[in-house]
């Protein structure tokens, strides 16, 4: 089995009415309260990377917007529109953090996706207009090695083993490895089997250009993880349901 999940998978495809009223009230985004989202956003970094980095909130009727600049070249934000699925949710939520290379790369890409969704692309039209950014260079991959912090207590996306939407705590790394695949490194992913994703192994988001190297944090850390964010988890799952870690749908 591959090992195409997290943010998005090339074989998942949704269909969405757009033009149903009840769909729309469905999938339309609501912001989260400011405070809630800044602290959800920095816990995909370490606590010692947090104070000096920068932080994007959404607003849900233009995209994001710069709330704290940083000085640590660390920029974070919770991703709510995964342009790879071709899909529109309200229930996504991503925190994540990039490092200097990859905020000129892919971090840009999820800035403008919340742009083209706020200004009305649907779901098919917003992820051809990505392709094609990518295709005529005007996105590239990251010009050097770097990572993508996601270290956060929970995130909501789909994930193993059914590559279903559900809320998990996964904590992880991924390191920018465009143009890689499994076979490269010899890794061997199985959805089925938690054991083989406890060693690196790549995850295609969407194109080559969007590959990473994923690395997942140890339990007893993920364990430490959990401890150390009780109060972020309560105060998620209080804001919504779907955030609570027994949501597994």
């Known amino acids: 089995m591959n090992s195409k999940w997290f943010r998005s998978l090339i074989a998942i495809a949704f269909t969405v009415p757009a033009a149903a009223a009840d769909t729309e009230r469905e999938t339309a985004l609501e912001a989260m309260p400011a405070q809630l989202e800044t602290r959800f956003a920095l816990s995909a970094l370490p606590p010692a990377l947090r104070e000096q980095a920068t932080v994007y909130l959404l607003d849900p009727k233009s995209g994001y917007r710069l709330t704290r600049q940083g000085t640590n ?25 990039y490092d200097a290379a990859g905020v000129d790369a892919h971090f840009k890409v999820l800035r403008d996706t919340a742009t083209l969704r706020a200004q009305g692309f649907g779901p098919a039209a917003l992820k051809a ?49 465009p143009f890689v695949t499994n076979e ?18 790549i995850d295609r988001q969407g194109n080559a250009e969007q590959s990473y190297m994923i690395q997942m944090i140890g339990e007893a850390e993920k364990a430490q993880i959990l401890t150390r964010e009780k109060a972020l988890v309560d105060a998620l799952c209080a804001y919504r349901a779907v955030l609570c870690l027994t949501h597994t749908h």
């Open 184 to 201: 490269d490194i010899g890794a061997q992913p199985n959805l089925a089997d938690p054991s083989s994703l406890a060693w690196p192994f």
């Open 129 to 177: 207009e990505i392709e094609k950014r990518y295709q005529n260079k005007t996105y590239r991959a990251p010009q050097k090695p770097g990572l993508s912090y996601m270290i956060a207590p929970i995130m909501r996306t789909i994930g193993p083993p059914d590559l279903q939407v559900r809320t998990m705590a996964m904590p992880h790394l991924m390191f920018y490895a």
């Open 73 to 97: 070249g660390l920029a974070c934000l919770v991703e709510r529109t995964a342009w790879e699925l071709a899909d529109f949710r309200n229930d996504i939520y991503i925190p994540l953090c």
